[in-house]
């Protein structure tokens, strides 16, 4: 089956350094994928939407110059958090949508969970 | 604009017995998906069931069945014969024209032995 992972899966890192999160579709290709913030006991909210190639799409605010998004290639893409703050401590998931296949699928990541301390 | 209303925050359920998660949506698009996702305390999204606005027939996969009811905009899922391994989050969400999936606030399903 589809397979996408994260890595990496929890991370601590000082208040004011930059993180960066990886997600890759293991054995399809994925033209593009979506990212995702959940706060403890809350939904999913979206985060941006990241295509292959181009720039990625931000949900409306969402800051775009902290949370850094490329999609380098059908089976990569990054989040990088930039100058974390406590405030951005979250769990963060990812999913892709495979380039074949029926339109609906979107398979996601194991998540990151991120502390900022 | 999309909107997913899961209004049981929490539920309790026997083992061996039915439970029904309710979910309404709001959508002015013409087709949509619907889904339910399992999310247990590990945090991986598990995916449950799909139904397709135009499908006819109600999607079922395994013990899990989706009560879709268009014309209320709701999709219920139901989990038969629960099991203890059912305890977790469960939320429904919609995808509209643009891909984007927009999930409900969840609904917490606790089985008791």
């Known amino acids: 089956g589809a397979v996408v992972s994260q890595h990496p899966s929890w991370v601590i890192c000082k208040s004011g350094t930059s993180v960066k999160i990886e997600c890759r579709s293991l054995d399809f290709q994925a033209t593009t994928m979506f990212w995702y913030r959940q706060f403890p006991k809350q939904s999913l909210m979206l985060m941006a939407t990241s295509n292959e190639g181009s720039k990625a799409t931000y949900e409306q605010g969402v800051e775009k110059d902290k949370f850094l998004i490329n999609h380098a290639s059908l089976t990569l893409s990054t989040l990088t958090v930039t100058s974390a703050h406590p405030e951005d401590s979250s769990f963060y998931i990812c999913s892709a949508s495979p380039t074949s296949g029926r339109t609906y699928e979107q398979y996601f990541g194991p998540g990151t969970r991120l502390t900022v301390t | ?113």
């Open chain 2, 1 to 113: 604009a999309q909107k997913i209303t899961q209004t049981q925050p929490g539920m309790f359920v026997q083992e061996k017995e039915a439970v029904t998660l309710d979910c309404t949506y709001d959508t002015s698009d013409q087709s949509y998906g619907l889904f339910w996702y399992k999310q247990p305390s590990s945090g991986e999204m598990i995916f449950l069931i799909y139904q397709g606005s135009y499908d006819e027939q109600n999607a079922t996969e395994g013990r899990y069945s989706l009560n879709f009811q268009k014309a209320r905009k709701s999709a219920n899922l139901v989990i038969s014969a629960s099991q203890l391994g059912d305890s977790a989050m469960y939320f429904c969400a919609m995808e509209g024209y643009d891909y984007k999936l927009s999930f409900g606030a969840g609904t917490t399903v606790t089985v008791r032995a």
